[in-house]
């Protein structure tokens, strides 16, 4: 089992930037695809991004293309997610994941983070 801690997350005013951080420890942190996933008050859990073993591919929703960009340390264990250009609309508690599959779907990710909160005001 993967034990992630996410961080870095904060409020921040529109067009702002953030940089979340998830430690994960318990396995080996370079046989894992990470992913990080979002959900908005009253709405379902999202898929954000994903980034291959070696961190040389990378896949994004269409709603953060060109604004975050996800990126992974495998000396420290950690992934990141670089949060750009922010909207309100990216307010949502932000969770870390890892997995087997490179996939935009929750089904490819096994654990799980327990979210870091990020606000965005307009």
């Known amino acids: 089992q993967v034990q992630l801690v996410e961080s870095g997350g904060g409020l921040v005013q529109a067009g702002g930037s953030l940089r979340l951080s998830c430690a994960a420890s318990?396995?080996?942190?370079?046989?894992?695809?990470m992913g990080w996933f979002r959900q908005a008050p009253g709405k379902e859990r999202e898929f954000v991004a994903v980034i291959k073993r070696r961190g040389d591919d990378t896949y994004y929703a269409d709603s953060v293309k060109g604004r975050f960009a996800i990126s992974r340390d495998n000396a420290e264990n950690t992934v990141y997610l670089q949060l750009n250009s922010l909207k309100p609309e990216d307010t949502a508690v932000y969770y870390c994941?890892?997995?087997?599959?490179?996939?935009?779907?929750?089904?490819?990710?096994?654990?799980w983070g327990q979210g870091t909160q990020v606000t965005v005001s307009s």
């Open positions: 994941a890892a997995g087997p599959l490179f996939s935009s779907n929750e089904r490819g990710f096994t654990s």
């Open positions: 318990g396995r080996t942190f370079s046989d894992l695809i």
